[in-house]
Each structure stands twice: as C-alpha cells, then as structure tokens.
C-alpha cells in the first residue's frame, strides 16, 4: 500500500516562510496532478493549490502570490514553498496525489504561524 509523508511543516512567526515536501512510499503510476489542501481548527479542508503532470499550477486566492507548488512525477514527490506567513494559514496541510485508477492522500502535517 504506497502513502503519502508529509515533511517540513512546525512553528513560524508571523511573515516567516515554510518548504513542505510529500513523498510517495512506493511507486505511483500515471499521475495527473499533484494538490494540497489544508484544513484549520473548526473548519472544513480547503484546497490551496494544484500541478498539473505539464507542469501548470494554479492556486486558491489566499494563497497565491506567497506560496509555490511544484511536483515531480518521476520521483513521487512534491513540495509548497509557504512566504509571507499570516495566523490565518495556520492549519493542518495535506498533499493528494491524483492519479489513475486511484488518489492518494497524505496523513497531514501542522503548521502554526504564531508569534
């Protein structure tokens, strides 16, 4: 059974900067695109941002402008650079990889932007 690992996330001050990385514990197949999400205490999971297998990235207005989604479908692994960190993007984040006959979810990771 391949999961999904996040890494990187933890406490940062307000205007900080985060590198989340997601690894695949095994190999998965025709990948078609590689998300996060996040979800904040009370709140429903939201999405922040998603690759396209091309390349193409596209983001949720809060997140965009200050946070960098890339992927690499050869290796089963994907990252979020987070910049200009608010309180309000404090929250667990999860990496999804989409691919074909399945999606894979990762088990989450915290981040608190306190100061």
């Known amino acids: 059974q391949v999961q999904l690992v996040e890494s990187g996330g933890g406490l940062v001050q307000p205007g900080g900067s985060l590198r989340l990385s997601c690894a695949a514990s095994g190999s998965i197949i025709s990948i078609y695109a590689m998300e996060w999400y996040r979800q904040a205490p009370g709140k429903q999971r939201e999405w922040i941002a998603l690759v396209t297998s091309g390349g193409s990235a596209t983001y949720a207005a809060p997140t965009q402008d200050r946070f960098t989604i890339t992927g690499d479908n050869a290796k089963n692994k994907m990252s979020l650079k987070m910049s200009s960190l608010k309180p309000e993007d404090t929250a667990d984040y999860y990496c999804?990889?989409?691919?074909?006959?399945?999606?894979?979810w990762g088990q989450g990771i915290q981040v608190t932007v306190s100061s």
């Open positions: 999804k990889i989409d691919s074909c006959p399945r999606d894979y």
